[in-house]
């Protein structure tokens, strides 16, 4: 479900369609998705429609990125102190 | 060899490698540029020989304090060259316990391996590595296609299980 989620929203039928699961059982199955909030679903007139909740990779992107300008800033950091003992050095 | 997890870092630095050397591996130094200011690191050991400790202790104004911080360990250390470490192994190559939460919740490793360009200066190469199994489900970017797919099917092996106990 969260595989067919990932590629667009779905309704509620279209996730069912390819699984041997009874509807009440996807039903019940989708809300364990939306309490653990990978999920969120919106009803219009009959119609469930589920999307996978954008946070979850937002949040994934963001861990990386922090990485990444954690690794870069402290580097800086090295460079600039390596730069300090350098002039340092050179003073004595 | 790198996937989507790693982080690569390539400078040149113009100072002569053994300056380089000195400040990335003396713990006296590696205090003084290590944490993002205002954080400090109060306590660092390194040992660079395989097997040897690498250890910070990081504090901050707002009372932010790893507390004596998971030792990690060094795995490669050849003088101006190369320095790796990892946080997945304690000293000695002993398998770690990671944090539950923070920056040493997760393992990583760092490769840093340094060349002499001969002219005082120094080119140099820093890959952090992530582990990508854990980790990837709270983390990755994947655009869920292959990967995705596999922490896509545990989230619903887990929902199943919810599931049938509820």
Same mark, same amino acid.
């Given at each position: 479900?969260?595989?067919?989620?990932?590629?667009?929203?779905?309704? #509620?039928?279209?996730?069912?369609?390819?699984?041997?699961?009874?509807?009440?059982?996807?039903?019940?199955?989708?809300?364990?998705l939306?309490?653990?909030?990978? =999920?969120?679903?919106?009803? %219009?007139?009959?119609?469930?429609?589920?999307?996978?909740?954008?946070? #979850?990779?937002?949040?994934?992107?963001?861990?990386?990125?922090?990485?990444?300008?954690?690794?870069?800033?402290?580097?800086?950091?090295?460079?600039?102190?390596?730069? /300090?003992?350098?002039?340092?050095?050179?003073?004595? | 060899?790198?996937?989507?997890?790693?982080?690569?870092?390539?400078r040149?630095?113009?100072?002569?490698?053994?300056?380089?050397?000195?400040?990335y591996?003396?713990? *006296?130094?590696?205090?003084?540029?290590?944490?993002?200011?205002? !954080?400090?690191?109060?306590?660092? *050991?390194?040992?660079?020989?395989?097997?040897?400790?690498?250890? =910070?202790?990081?504090?901050?104004?707002?009372?932010?304090d790893?507390?004596?911080?998971?030792?990690?360990?060094?795995?490669?250390?050849?003088?101006? %060259?190369?320095?790796?470490?990892?946080?997945a192994?304690?000293?000695?190559?002993?398998?770690?316990?990671?944090?539950?939460?923070?920056?040493?919740?997760?393992?990583?490793?760092?490769i #840093?391996?340094?060349?002499?360009?001969?002219?005082?200066?120094?080119? !140099?190469?820093? #890959?952090?590595?992530?582990?990508?199994?854990?980790? %990837?489900? %709270?983390?990755?970017?994947?655009?869920f296609?292959?990967?995705? /797919?596999?922490?896509?099917?545990?989230?619903e092996? !887990?929902?199943?299980s919810?599931?049938?106990?509820?």
């Amino acid at each position: 479900m969260l595989a067919r989620l990932s590629r667009g929203p779905a309704t #509620v039928s279209e996730l069912a369609e390819p699984l041997d699961m009874s509807l009440p059982g996807v039903m019940h199955h989708l809300k364990a998705l939306e309490d653990s909030g990978l =999920i969120r679903s919106e009803k %219009k007139g009959r119609v469930r429609t589920c999307r996978l909740n954008p946070g #979850v990779l937002a949040s994934a992107e963001q861990w990386l990125v922090d990485r990444r300008s954690e690794w870069e800033v402290r580097h800086d950091r090295f460079e600039e102190y390596v730069m /300090g003992l350098k002039a340092k050095g050179e003073d004595a | 060899m790198t996937d989507k997890f790693d982080l690569v870092l390539e400078r040149t630095i113009d100072a002569p490698v053994e300056l380089v050397w000195q400040a990335y591996t003396n713990p *006296e130094h590696l205090k003084k540029w290590f944490a993002p200011r205002p !954080y400090e690191i109060t306590e660092c *050991e390194l040992d660079p020989r395989p097997g040897g400790i690498f250890r =910070i202790r990081m504090q901050g104004p707002d009372g932010f304090d790893t507390g004596h911080g998971n030792a990690g360990c060094v795995l490669e250390a050849v003088e101006g %060259k190369k320095l790796a470490w990892t946080s997945a192994l304690g000293p000695n190559y002993r398998p770690a316990e990671m944090a539950a939460e923070g920056c040493e919740s997760f393992p990583m490793t760092a490769i #840093v391996t340094f060349e002499d360009l001969g002219n005082g200066k120094t080119a !140099y190469t820093a #890959v952090a590595l992530h582990a990508n199994e854990a980790d %990837k489900a %709270k983390h990755e970017q994947m655009g869920f296609q292959e990967g995705w /797919g596999t922490v896509a099917g545990q989230l619903e092996e !887990y929902a199943a299980s919810l599931r049938a106990n509820a």
